[in-house]
């Protein structure tokens, strides 16, 4: 329903959801500024967070802070001291073409070299999705908060989607308007896949690259 239709009890109801989704980005997150992926269960109880992340997670968790103190959860001074601290992190990590790898220890922002879980070794991937979720959420740092605007357009110029862009017909770019790559091999310096459906969550990658400039609009 519309807000202006919502009642007195709904509001509240929401607002403990509210409430409840930042408590868990806040349990996740690392001093750092980097949230884990998860945390799991531990008898009656939970375990400590898990000691990877993406970022997607990253990103998730700057437009909650953002979110949260839209809703008053953190105050401006508290919301500020958050996102400066994930910039900063963000801001000392391996960025190869730019763009951020896809496994992180959220302690530090380094790149995992094996998984937490099992030890199965963990390969330098740049995810296409995961990285426009990333650079979607440094555009709203900047348009919210301009004492960290250049700290969050910097980390975002350096971002060019199409670096994962397929060639596209130049006489014909309707019929052939040319693919983005699922992702990069970073140790291989070798691409896969593509994206060959607009309804799914990679079409962000899409919408941040064209408003950019980064890709011809007929893509």
């Known amino acids: 329903a519309p807000a202006s239709r919502l009642t007195a009890e709904e509001r509240a109801e929401l607002r403990e959801y509210a409430k409840a989704t930042w408590r868990s980005m806040e349990t996740l997150t690392f001093p750092s500024g980097l949230p884990a992926d998860r945390v799991h269960r531990e008898g009656d109880g939970w375990g400590p967070p898990a000691l990877e992340t993406t970022p997607t997670n990253i990103a998730?968790?700057?437009?909650?802070?953002?979110?949260?103190?839209?809703?008053?959860?953190?105050?401006?001074?508290?919301?500020?001291?958050?996102?400066?601290?994930?910039?900063?992190?963000?801001?000392?990590?391996?960025?190869?073409?730019?763009?951020?790898?896809?496994?992180?220890?959220?302690?530090?922002?380094?790149?995992?070299?094996?998984?937490?879980?099992?030890?199965?070794?963990?390969?330098?991937?740049?995810?296409?999705?995961?990285?426009?979720?990333?650079?979607?959420?440094?555009?709203?740092?900047?348009?919210?908060?301009?004492?960290?605007a250049p700290t969050a357009n910097r980390l975002l110029d350096a971002m060019d989607f199409g670096f994962f862009y397929d060639f596209y017909d130049e006489q014909d770019p309707v019929q052939r308007p040319g693919l983005l790559r699922v992702g990069y091999w970073v140790d291989e310096k070798a691409f896969y896949g593509h994206y060959g459906m607009l309804n799914t969550e990679a079409r962000i990658a899409s919408y941040i690259a064209i408003a950019r400039g980064q890709l011809p609009p007929e893509h």
Not at 81 to 89: D, I, K
Not at 106 to 115: E, I, V
């Open 60 to 148: 998730a968790y700057l437009w909650s802070v953002v979110a949260a103190e839209r809703l008053e959860f953190l105050k401006p001074d508290e919301a500020a001291a958050r996102l400066s601290q994930t910039l900063q992190t963000l801001e000392a990590m391996n960025r190869p073409h730019g763009f951020f790898l896809n496994d992180i220890d959220p302690r530090d922002g380094k790149p995992l070299q094996a998984s937490p879980v099992d030890g199965s070794p963990r390969r330098p991937l740049l995810s296409t999705v995961d990285n426009a979720w990333l650079a979607l959420a440094l555009m709203l740092v900047s348009n919210t908060h301009p004492d960290l």
